[in-house]
């Protein structure tokens, strides 16, 4: 059945040949507007399912700001423009539209890219419905578990964290009957791992005594009502709510949103959860929050009146709960390194989109994992019993690709003296991965287009079509967008496989995943070889996080196998050649003020019976004039979390007089 469409459009003449064109398809429109305000009083009296809508129109109001009402209203949409700014073009992105018509177009462009967009929305919707059911049903079984204030509000953000992801968050209950309250936070260190940075923890990080940071809390107010900010509107909110720059000057956040919930005995918990990155939060996360009002309730409700009163007379100064690794962490991300806030975001969206049929494209740069990616997707998927089928599209010619992906009869070209099975059929109810999708010949793009749209393939020189169950998921490291504007990729091609796009980030944006990944590859390599590993040294270290790495991962690979080769089992590893920067960053010198430490790492006090771990530590801290975190600090230094690292701090009683 056919979506109804309304059309907004200024100029008379185009939305009369749209109107003409589109009920000659058999769509129904149910109006033409000319500006902002008289669609918004058309889709109140019919609301249509799909806009047409131009990005310039009559009035103050752009087709942008109308955009973003649609997306909250979960009404597809399609851009119809002439040439615009980039900065145009960028913020019409921002509000996801379901397709973008450059005028002129033709007939057959429009009718193809309103298909795509029914096609879509109906899968944006499906899926969306199947999210929130998984989550209401995780929530649920929250209830049964015999945890209580200890362990069910941060059990229920666990569950949460895949669709309102954040790096820190904070727990604080109030009592209804006084001013008393209790507070407590978790800083993000993993994928599921989750370390106390409570009132005592952040007092060793950031300097300030703890009675500071409990009057920063008192003079804080609980919220009451559902809420996200932002950027520049979470700065905003420091002046009456003290505690949120503080934590976002300790921590580098940028964004918070706050659940409110309130228990059938009057208690109220607040659970914040905030980001570092500045645009984290969204009203479609808050629609979220508040269709899943009903659990969280039951959630806080089945914690025992006696246990939150204990709770509130707690002395400040002790833990009050522990968030460790979950002992049922999926092991899909294992042999994936690292814990870097852009990775973990990667593995929140693949635990979001996992469990559905969605069609997923993994973009990124060479060598940035995405075949990992793909592997992790499939493990965590109810197809994960059935074949994950793999192919590279760059890597066979383009006569050749055809039949490799659809299979061919017996004598159907030369050669073909058997009948033979297609990568599609192989995977039949199961995931199929067709890597450089950006590399597939236009010819055979229609072909993979009606796979996707009938779910059913023909093999060369069949005459029959051959239904099949498969989910897909594609990768590339070219701009699709770019290949689509310059006629080397189907635009309608591009919106079937952009459902659920992930964005790998480049190794140089995750720094500091650089030296685990090092280590990681120079241990397995060093046990395939059966020879001994004794560290990388401190100059390659640091020379390793300097360079930019073009070739990502894989070229770290590269590089630590050749050190690897070359070294002698008796002392760390060193680089081969030094490696030449294409960025021209400043390399590693010995004018580094931390360059005349001989860096031992933590784990080097306890397995060799070493004295002085505490006066090491602060002989490193004065190196780096106090710095934990970041580029040269300590943590880097001595190859710790830097979470980690201010726990044993605390443990040890450090505090800033001991190095400054």
């Given at each position: ?440 010949p236009m010819e055979l793009q229609p072909k993979l287009l009606r796979v996707l749209q ?96 073009p070739g990502n991962v894989r070229e770290l690979e590269n590089v630590i196998e050749q ?66 975190r970041g580029k040269g600090g300590a943590a880097e230094l001595l190859n710790e979390k ?19």
């Amino acid at each position: 059945m056919k979506e109804s469409i309304l059309i907004v459009e200024d100029e008379f003449i185009t939305a009369d040949d749209l109107q003409l064109t589109l009920e000659g398809a058999g769509y129904r429109v149910t109006g033409a507007a000319v500006s902002v305000q008289e669609a918004r009083e058309m889709i109140r009296r019919d609301r249509p399912g799909i806009v047409l809508l131009d990005i310039h129109l009559k009035g103050k109001l752009s087709g942008i700001v109308l955009g973003k009402e649609l997306k909250e209203e979960n009404i597809a949409f399609i851009y119809l423009s002439a040439n615009s700014s980039e900065e145009v073009l960028q913020a019409a992105k921002a509000t996801e539209p379901y397709g973008f018509l450059i005028k002129p177009y033709r007939e057959k462009d429009l009718l193809i890219a309103l298909d795509i967009a029914q096609y879509r929305h109906t899968q944006s919707l499906r899926s969306k419905w199947l999210r929130e059911d998984i989550l209401k049903k995780r929530l649920s079984d929250i209830l049964d578990t015999p945890a209580g204030w200890e362990g069910k509000p941060l059990d229920t953000a666990r569950v949460l964290q895949s669709c309102i992801s954040f790096d820190y968050l904070s727990l604080r209950v109030n009592s209804p009957y006084d001013k008393r309250f209790v507070a407590t936070g978790f800083l993000r260190i993993g994928f599921d791992e989750y370390q106390e940075a409570g009132i005592k923890e952040i007092a060793v990080v950031s300097g300030v005594k703890p009675d500071e940071i409990k009057n920063l809390l008192a003079a804080t107010p609980p919220d009451r009502s559902l809420g996200y900010f932002n950027g520049k509107a979470f700065e905003e909110t420091f002046a009456s709510r003290p505690v949120n720059g503080f934590l976002a000057k300790t921590f580098q956040l940028c964004s918070y949103l706050v659940m409110p919930l309130l228990s059938a005995d009057g208690f109220v918990f607040n659970l914040y959860f905030y980001s570092r990155k500045p645009g984290a939060y969204n009203d479609e996360q808050l629609g979220l929050i508040s269709r899943l009002q009903q659990p969280l309730t039951g959630m806080i409700d089945s914690i025992a009146f006696t246990e939150k009163e204990n709770a509130l007379s707690m002395p400040w100064d002790v833990s009050r709960m522990t968030m460790a690794k979950n002992d049922k962490t999926p092991t899909a991300f294992e042999g994936i390194i690292g814990n870097s806030p852009l990775l973990l975001d990667v593995f929140d969206q693949i635990i979001r989109v996992a469990p559905l049929d969605t069609s997923v494209l993994i973009l990124g740069e060479s060598g940035t994992g995405k075949e990992s990616i793909a592997d992790s997707i499939h493990r965590l998927s109810p197809r994960k019993d059935k074949p994950l089928v793999k192919i590279n599209c760059a890597a066979l010619p383009p006569s050749l690709i055809e039949s490799e992906l659809f299979g061919h009869e017996k004598g159907a070209f030369t050669g073909a003296t058997d009948k033979r099975i297609g990568k599609f059929e192989l995977a039949d109810g199961g995931t199929i991965f067709l890597d450089e999708i950006g590399e597939m010949p236009m010819e055979l793009q229609p072909k993979l287009l009606r796979v996707l749209q009938q779910r059913e393939i023909e093999r060369v020189g069949g005459r029959q079509p051959v239904k099949i169950n498969v989910r897909l998921i594609t990768a590339t490291n070219r701009d699709l967008e770019k290949e689509v504007a310059e006629d080397r990729f189907r635009l309608d091609l591009y919106y079937r496989l952009n459902v659920f796009p992930i964005q790998l980030p480049a190794l140089r944006e995750r720094t500091a995943d650089i030296v685990p990944l090092a280590l990681y590859f120079a241990d397995c390599l060093c046990r395939q070889i059966n020879k001994p590993f004794h560290g990388i040294s401190p100059e390659m270290l640091a020379e390793l996080q300097t360079y930019d790495w073009p070739g990502n991962v894989r070229e770290l690979e590269n590089v630590i196998e050749q050190s690897v080769i070359i070294n002698n089992g008796a002392s760390g590893l060193t680089l081969k050649r030094p490696l030449r920067n294409p960025l021209n960053k400043a390399p590693f010198t010995t004018a580094n003020p931390v360059s005349d430490l001989t860096i031992r790492t933590l784990d080097d006090f306890k397995s060799q019976q070493l004295q002085g771990e505490k006066e090491y530590i602060c002989m490193v801290l004065k190196k780096t004039n106090g710095r934990v975190r970041g580029k040269g600090g300590a943590a880097e230094l001595l190859n710790e979390k830097p979470t980690t690292l201010e726990t044993r701090m605390a443990k040890l009683g450090i505090n800033k007089k001991d190095f400054l």
